[in-house]
T-cell receptor, first 107, second 120 residues
Framework: DIQMTQSPSSLSASVGDRVTITCRASQSISTYLNWYQQKPGKAPKVLIYDASTLQSGVPLRFSGSGSGTDFTLTISSLQAEDFATYYC?????????FGPGTKVHIK | QVQLVQSGAEVKKPGASVRVSCQASGYTFTAYSVHWVRQAPGQGLEWMGRINPNSGDATYAQNFRGRATMTRDTSISTAYMDLGGLRSDDTAVYYCATVLMAAAGVFDPWGQGTLITVSS
């Protein structure tokens, strides 16, 4: 199975900050990498797919990059509604698919 | 609109079994796989497995082989996830999700989640 890791596991930031979350795969997954945002009590919501394609309706402050094994999710200017947990997900192969998550806290 | 609606919360005793249902609407149910993902309290997302609603073939994560069974009823566009031998660490919210963007393997949409509590 492909293993996914994320860093950091949590971070504190202020409104307006630029935030970067990193996701790493244990083997190359090309661009088969998706990002989700999850708020308490809610199902995850897809933000980015194919590593860098913004899902319809997602604000432009979110962006994704990377290929192979290393990927990043960037929030260019953090807004109050962005405080949540973010997960990466590999979709190359069936199996362990999600990273452990990164919780973004209010500083 | 496309949506997945799951069955309600349940409380089960250790050793019991539970069935969670996931009814699809707004798209062709048999055309897209249905996945099951669970989330223990305060923890991350754990992929459990998937079912091809057309063929009925299911694939399970290693942690759930022999304990989880995924089935479907195409006549009512509903997928089911049965989990047996429940333990306290099976307490979690269980989600179904489909993959309408099959090429990207994106889980979207998701059901609303079903809380299963295992307690004596």
């Amino acid at each position: 199975d492909i293993q996914m890791t994320q860093s950091p596991s949590s971070l504190s930031a202020s409104v307006g900050d630029r935030v970067t979350i990193t996701c790493r795969a244990s083997q190359s997954i090309s661009t088969y990498l998706n990002w989700y945002q999850q708020k308490p009590g809610k199902a995850p919501k897809v933000l980015i797919y194919d590593a860098s394609t913004l899902q319809s309706g997602v604000p432009l402050r979110f962006s994704g990059s990377g290929s192979g094994t290393d990927f990043t999710l960037t929030i260019s200017s953090l807004q109050a509604e962005d405080f949540a947990t973010y997960y990466c997900q590999q979709s190359l192969s069936t199996g362990d698919t999600f990273g452990p998550g990164t919780k973004v806290h209010i500083k | 609109q496309v949506q997945l609606v799951q069955s309600g919360a349940e409380v089960k005793k250790p050793g019991a079994s539970v069935r969670v249902s996931c009814q699809a609407s707004g798209y062709t149910f048999t055309a897209y796989s249905v996945h099951w993902v669970r989330q223990a309290p305060g923890q991350g997302l754990e992929w459990m497995g998937r079912i091809n609603p057309n063929s009925g073939d299911a694939t399970y994560a290693q942690n759930f082989r022999g304990r989880a069974t995924m089935t479907r009823d195409t006549s009512i566009s509903t997928a089911y996830m049965d989990l047996g031998g429940l333990r306290s660490d099976d307490t979690a919210v269980y989600y179904c999700a489909t993959v309408l963007m099959a090429a990207a393997g994106v889980f979207d949409p998701w059901g609303q989640g079903t809380l299963i509590t295992v307690s004596s």
